[in-house]
């Protein structure tokens, strides 16, 4: 779990936690340079949990902290274990876990990942809007439907494929989208925050980045595009030289040449903003490890 400056919901969310699963999970928090509410070892102690916490040299936003502590992790999975990604914030329901691993185990290996497809929202009509309008663009410009978050669990082997996924720090879900990982989906309701309040801007920037992912394949799209409009403006340019009908070709072979300019625009500034590589996160950025260890358990009266 990425940790930054939100001691009160991932407090509640440790406690939440333990009543789901026991003190026999794990748990990897990495604290994303907090510069005021700094993850202690008291917050894992205080709710029972073993784990570990990260703390980061600087800022890396919350995908690189996130891929970070992936990549950090996986190599030490073994082959039963199961890895659990998900926010701290409280958004990601903590009553669910249990579901999502249920259900990776009950595949008997058929399938990777299992993902929390998004459910009901807890959020005002406007950020639904908002959310229903992205998922529309994002099909759109990828052919494909991203319909989840960071919210999943993945098998050791499935863990240690994605943690090498090169797009991994631009775009968690994306990245396993984009991978040849089976996935299975579990419908789970988005959760409401223990405490404070979403980033809207953030969250349209985290979005965006999901795009850029499949950023071969929305340039394909759109050079299909342009072409295809291309073509049928020049079959209107001939129509317009006739009688009949001509004024309305004409109007219609200028829209689809401004259509195809367009695109073709489009496509030549993400070609070039875009590039064709992507940040890695760095272990030289964790500045300290905190060890938790397990709490100790009280011998059974004889």
Partial sequence: MPY????????????????????????????????????????????????????????????QALALGLQYLAPHLQSQQQLVLMDSDGE??????????????????????????RGKRRERWTFVACYRAYQLLFRLSTGRVLDFGNF?????????ALAAHPSLPVHIAASLLASDL??????????????????LPALVGHGLRAIRVFKARVLQRLRHAALLLAGLAAVLA??????????????GFWGCTALALL????????????????????????????????????????
Avoid at 92 to 117: F, M, N, R
Avoid at 184 to 198: F, I, L, M, N, Q
Avoid at 286 to 300: C, S, Y
């Fill in 263 to 302: 695109y073709a625009l489009v496509y030549g500034l993400l070609a070039w903003k875009l590039g064709d590589s992507y940040p890695q996160p760095d272990m030289a950025m964790v500045a300290a490890t905190i060890d938790v260890p397990a709490p100790d358990r009280k011998a059974p009266e004889a």
């Fill in 182 to 199: 089976r996935l299975g989906r579990h419908t789970v309701d988005r959760a409401k925050r223990y405490a404070g309040v979403s980033n």
């Fill in 238 to 251: 001939w129509l317009s030289t006739g009688q009949r009908g001509a004024g309305l070709a004409l109007f």
């Fill in 152 to 160: 999943m669990v993945l098998s050791a082997p499935a863990a240690q």
């Fill in 92 to 117: 990601d329901a903590p009553e669910a876990v249990p579901g999502l691993l249920a259900k990776l185990s009950q595949s008997a290996g058929a399938i990777d990942a299992i993902v929390a497809a």
């Fill in 4 to 63: 930054y400056e939100d001691i009160q919901a991932c407090q509640l969310l440790l406690q939440a936690l333990h009543a789901q699963l026991g003190p026999d999970c794990f748990v990897l928090f990495v604290d994303d340079c907090s510069p005021q509410q700094s993850l202690t070892a008291s917050a894992l102690s205080n709710a029972g949990l073993p784990g570990r916490i990260l703390r980061l040299r600087r800022n890396a936003g919350h995908q």
